[in-house]
C-alpha cells in the first residue's frame, strides 16, 4: 500500500458537487492498493501514518502526533498512486490492485483509523467516484509512505 499524507489545516472531499467527507487540522491520506495488498499492509501503513510526529510542539519542533494534536483524518482512495510511467507518456496501473481489492483495503484503512480516533474524527472519500479535493496544506508538510519500504 501506498499513502501521500499532508499536514493540514482542513481538508474536504467532494463528489457531483456534495461534500462526502471532510477533516479540520489533521491529515488528508490519499491512499493507494496494490496487487498482492493484504489487512497487514493497511494495518501497518495505518500504525505508521497515525503515529508520525510531524506536528509542531510549543516549541517549534515536530515532535507531536495525530492523536498528540487531537487531529482529524481524511482518507481517499487514489489508484494513481501505483502509476508506472517508465515507458512512454501514458501511464500504466497495472500494479494497482482490482477494484475488489482496493475497496476492502480502503474500508479497512478507515476503519482503522475510527477506531483510533472516533468515526466523527475520520472522513472519507467515495471509492472509485471522481473526485475534487480541497485542502490547506499546512507547512507545506506531505510525506511518502509505502509499506514495500517500511
Given amino acids: ?43 501497518r501503513l495505518w500504525h505508521k ?9 510549543a516549541g517549534d519542533k515536530t515532535n507531536l502526533s495525530l492523536a498528540d494534536v487531537g487531529g482529524e483524518v481524511l482518507v481517499v482512495s487514489q489508484f494513481t498512486l501505483y502509476a508506472n510511467c517508465r515507458r512512454g507518456r501514458r501511464p500504466s496501473f497495472t500494479e494497482a490492485a482490482a477494484p475488489e481489492l482496493g475497496r476492502e483495503l480502503y474500508e479497512r484503512f478507515c476503519e482503522l483509523a475510527e477506531a483510533d480516533l472516533g468515526a466523527e474524527h475520520v472522513g472519507r472519500g467515495v471509492f472509485g467516484a471522481h473526485m475534487q479535493v480541497e485542502l490547506v496544506n499546512d507547512g507545506p508538510f506531505t510525506i511518502w509512505l509505502d509499506t514495500a519500504e517500511l
Avoid: P
Fill in 49 to 57: 501514518a497515525s503515529g508520525l510526529r510531524i506536528f509542531d510542539d
Fill in 1 to 43: 500500500m501506498r499513502a501521500l499524507i499532508q499536514r493540514v489545516g482542513h481538508a474536504s472531499v467532494s463528489v457531483e458537487g456534495e461534500v462526502t467527507g471532510s477533516c479540520g487540522r489533521g491529515l488528508l491520506i490519499l491512499l493507494g492498493v496494490g496487487e498482492g495488498d493484504t489487512n497487514a499492509e493497511a494495518e
